[in-house]
């Protein structure tokens, strides 16, 4: 079993869609959680970055972990086609110069106009 | 916010030679940096993590005699391929954590193409 799974992809919905992804871990030290977006040929660019169990929310971004179940969620509301992109949820045990991130596969979504 | 600016963005070169892609950190200090591979259609993989004044650490399986890690300042690291072979063929990114509890940012990525 690998530590972190992401619910595989692709995905395709039409603008103005709320959409949803996924990742579960095996980990129980895994203390900080982060989406990264990534368009194609560019770097992961960080969404959201969590620590605590509970929601947070970001513009039309709201990120979702419930440790207990060890599963974390993007949501995604009023999809835009510029959403269009791969998605990585990544997590890691400590902070700043020890933070060793472990990545999910990612999702790559398209948002249809 | 952190920024993190890699370069070349792009580089193709003949089997056997050596590239070196630098990783700097912009607007902020980094004692530590990453260097990831990632294939097509795949995650990113840590390769090794650099360390400012020190040796890096490579991550089990890869050769630290093909991947020369140089971590010379507090906002510099470099990644040396050397003797590149078609398979070294690659998109190579590096990131470093913000400071303080920050998360990591990353660099926009080195495409390889080892012809």
């Known amino acids: 079993q690998k530590e972190v799974e992401q619910d595989p992809g692709p995905l395709s919905v039409p603008e103005g869609a709320i959409v949803s992804l996924n990742c579960t871990y095996s980990?129980?030290?895994?203390?900080?959680f982060m989406w990264y977006r990534q368009y194609s040929r560019k770097g992961p660019e960080l969404l959201m970055y969590?620590?605590?169990?509970g929601n947070k929310e970001d513009g039309r971004f709201t990120a979702q972990v419930d440790k207990s179940s060890k599963y974390i969620s993007l949501f995604i509301r009023d999809s835009q086609p510029s959403d269009s992109a791969t998605y990585l949820c990544?997590?890691?045990?400590?902070?700043?110069?020890?933070?060793?991130?472990?990545f999910g596969k990612g999702i790559t979504l398209s948002v249809r106009p | 916010g952190a920024v993190v600016s890699q370069h070349p963005s792009w580089v193709i070169c003949k089997s056997g030679t050596s590239v070196k892609i630098e990783c700097r950190s912009l607007?902020?200090?980094?004692?530590?940096m990453f260097w990831y591979r990632q294939f097509p259609k795949q995650s990113l993989m840590l390769m090794a993590t650099?360390?400012?004044?020190?040796?890096?650490?490579?991550e089990q399986g890869v050769e630290k005699d093909k991947f020369l890690i140089n971590h010379a300042s507090l906002t510099l690291s470099t990644l040396t391929v050397t003797s590149a072979h078609p398979e070294d063929s690659s998109f190579y990114i590096c990131?470093?954590?913000?400071?303080?509890?920050?998360?990591?940012?990353f660099g926009d990525g080195t495409r390889l193409s080892i012809l």
């Open positions: 980990n129980s030290a895994f203390q900080y």
């Open positions: 990544a997590m890691s045990v400590n902070t700043g110069a020890n933070s060793k991130l472990t």
């Open positions: 650099s360390n400012e004044g020190s040796k890096a650490t490579y």
């Open positions: 607007d902020f200090q980094a004692t530590t």
């Open positions: 969590t620590y605590s169990s």
């Open positions: 990131s470093a954590p913000g400071g303080g509890n920050q998360p990591q940012h």
